[in-house]
Nanobody
Framework: HVQLVESGGDSVQAGGSLRLSCAAY????????MGWFRQAPGQKREAVAA????????MYVDSVKGRFTIPRESGKNTVHLQMNSLIPEDTGVYYC???????????????????WGQGTQVTVS
C-alpha cells in the first residue's frame, strides 16, 4: 500500500510564499515521477509541476514558470512545491501524485499517475 501525505497549505497574501511537502510511504519505486496538481473551486484539476524519475528534469505549467519550483529531497520519496510570488489565481486544493515510472511528455496528465494524496488547501488573497 502506498500513501502520499501532503502538508504546508495555508492562507497567504498575494506576493507571499508557501512551501508544500509531499512524503511518500510504502512500497513505491524511489525514482518514480512525482507531480503536483491543483483544483480551484468549480474548475478542473490542472497539472502544476512535475519532477522526472531521477530528478534530472522538472516541468511546469506556463502560469507558474519562474515562480514555482519542485525540489526533490535526494534519496527520499519526498518532493516539495516551493511557491513564490503567489497570486489569487493560485488558490486551490493542491494534490501530490506519484507515477510508477517515467511519464515523459505526458507529465501533465492525471491518468499517468497512480497514487494521489488527500490534498492541501492553498488560499491567496
Amino acid at each position: 500500500h502506498v500513501q502520499l501525505v501532503e502538508s504546508g497549505g495555508d492562507s497567504v497574501q498575494a506576493g507571499g510564499s508557501l512551501r508544500l511537502s509531499c512524503a511518500a510511504y510504502g512500497n513505491i519505486y524511489s525514482g518514480c515521477c512525482m507531480g503536483w496538481f491543483r483544483q480551484a473551486p468549480g474548475q478542473k484539476r490542472e497539472a502544476v509541476a512535475a519532477i522526472s524519475t531521477g530528478g534530472s528534469s522538472t516541468m511546469y505549467v506556463d502560469s507558474v514558470k519562474g515562480r514555482f519550483t519542485i525540489p526533490r529531497e535526494s534519496g527520499k520519496n519526498t518532493v516539495h512545491l516551493q511557491m513564490n510570488s503567489l497570486i489569487p489565481e493560485d488558490t486551490g486544493v493542491y494534490y501530490c501524485a506519484a507515477a510508477t515510472g517515467p511519464t515523459g511528455a505526458l507529465w501533465y496528465r492525471g491518468d499517468v499517475y497512480r497514487y494521489w494524496g488527500q490534498g492541501t488547501q492553498v488560499t491567496v488573497s
